[in-house]
T-cell receptor, first 111, second 114 residues
Framework: DAGVIQSPRHEVTEMGQEVTLRCKPISGHNSLFWYRQTMMRGLELLIYFNNNVPIDDSGMPEDRFSAKMPNASFSTLKIQPSEPRDSAVYFC?????????FGQGTRLTVV | AQSVTQLDSQVPVFEEAPVELRCNYSSSVSVYLFWYVQYPNQGLQLLLKYLSGSTLVESINGFEAEFNKSQTSFHLRKPSVHISDTAEYFCAVSRAGGSYIPTFGRGTSLIVHP
């Protein structure tokens, strides 16, 4: 398996624009996580899906953020409208047991 | 809810010296504990984990960690570090018996000097 695949790897966008981050989890994994990593706040859990259903979205910072998992092989994290403070590295991870497998992340810069 | 405190944001050490990266956790329920490593421009990778049984767990590359329930700690150690161990190390906790949802500490940057 190629591991967790995220796209794009880098995204630079202007404030106010919509941004969509994509994730393909490892086949067979039933849990998917979106994390945000910043110097100030470290690694924060944004949302957790189990069997494609959002279970815990308490980490989603604002209504500007939304996440979907339409099927077991695809998830998106959308920010609309984006703001400079959203600049961070966003990680997707998937798991089946007691190990999370992370993608390489999307580095988002909002100018 | 669970939380993790990594007491050192940065640990510089010379090659072949021993190192300890500290991790303390807080939880009202039983937990599972993990160490993950992140190399530059990469995602996190699992280094080792404690689920049950022996409180001393080891990784394949010489790291070990010991679960100490009374001190609520899970410190990571290596007796002799290499340049290639330079990375960011994250301690994580997840509620035992429930869904695996890791909560991560802020991370410790291990910098190995020649």
């Amino acid at each position: 398996d190629a591991g967790v695949i995220q796209s794009p790897r880098h995204e630079v966008t202007e404030m106010g624009q919509e941004v969509t981050l994509r994730c393909k989890p490892i086949s067979g994994h039933n849990s998917l996580f979106w994390y945000r990593q910043t110097m100030m706040r470290g690694l924060e859990l944004l949302i957790y899906f189990n069997n494609n259903v959002p279970i815990d979205d308490s980490g989603m910072p604002e209504d500007r953020f939304s996440a979907k998992m339409p099927n077991a092989s695809f998830s998106t994290l959308k920010i609309q409208p984006s703001e400079p403070r959203d600049s961070a590295v966003y990680f997707c991870a998937s798991s089946l047991g007691f190990e999370a497998f992370f993608g390489q992340g999307t580095r988002l810069t909002v100018v | 809810a669970q939380s993790v405190t990594q007491l050192d944001s940065q640990v510089p050490v010379f090659e072949e010296a021993p190192v300890e990266l500290r991790c303390n956790y807080s939880s009202s329920v039983s937990v599972y504990l993990f160490w993950y490593v992140q190399y530059p421009n990469q995602g996190l990778q699992l280094l080792l984990k404690y689920l049950s049984g022996s409180t001393l767990v080891e990784s394949i590359n010489g790291f070990e960690a010991e679960f100490n329930k009374s001190q609520t700690s899970f410190h990571l150690r290596k007796p002799s570090v290499h340049i290639s161990d330079t990375a960011e190390y994250f301690c994580a906790v997840s509620r035992a018996g429930g869904s695996y949802i890791p909560t991560f500490g802020r991370g410790t940057s291990l910098i190995v000097h020649p």
